[in-house]
């Protein structure tokens, strides 16, 4: 019995090893994220991408991801991205449902303010804040968040690029 609970044990940890280690590649939820150069001027930072299941979720967002997992979402990835002095960070989640997905991007986007991507899904929708621009997009049982630092017209333009591209990927992959 001490033999295989090692076993196991030692398989556990090189299975959480492997996940932390992981590229977006080596997720069907991080293939849904662009790579460096699928939106026209912008690279994926070096090192940036984080994956996370289950309670490993808590490793992407701080705090509040029990609420998170309790809204079916079953995993999380996030990539940053760069233009010159721009930036930009990606999140893409997974739900257990369609219908969660739906609803987590459906509380997301309540209120005003918001406008359609063209060019999208029909889930996806932009929104200026007083210091960044936000977008969601959600298809299936994928809803992404871009967020991008400062509010220039730029910055609009890349966030709209991004929700077309992941809208794209995500339709590929679910």
């Keep these: 019995m001490t033999t295989k609970r090692a076993i196991m044990t030692l398989i556990g940890v090189s299975l959480l090893v492997a996940a932390a280690l992981a590229g ?4 069907k939820l991080g293939r849904c994220l662009p790579k460096s150069g699928d939106v026209s001027g912008w690279q994926a930072v070096s090192s940036s991408y984080k994956y996370g299941s289950g309670n490993g979720i808590a490793d992407i967002y701080n705090g509040g991801y029990e609420k998170l997992l309790q809204k079916g979402m079953k995993a999380a990835c996030t990539q940053n991205y760069s233009n010159d002095s721009r930036r930009i960070n990606v999140y893409g989640n997974e739900f257990d449902t369609a219908a969660n997905a739906k609803a987590y991007y459906n509380s997301e986007t309540s209120g005003s303010g918001w406008s359609a991507v063209s060019g999208a899904s029909e889930g996806a929708k932009y929104k200026k804040t007083s210091s960044v621009v936000v977008g969601h997009v959600y298809r299936g049982k994928v809803h992404a968040k871009v967020v991008a630092q400062g509010t220039s017209d730029a ?5 709209q690029a991004f929700l077309r591209k992941l809208s794209e990927k995500i339709g590929k992959e679910y």
Excluded: M
């Design 24 to 27: 977006p590649a080596d997720t």
């Design 155 to 159: 910055q609009v333009a890349a966030v």
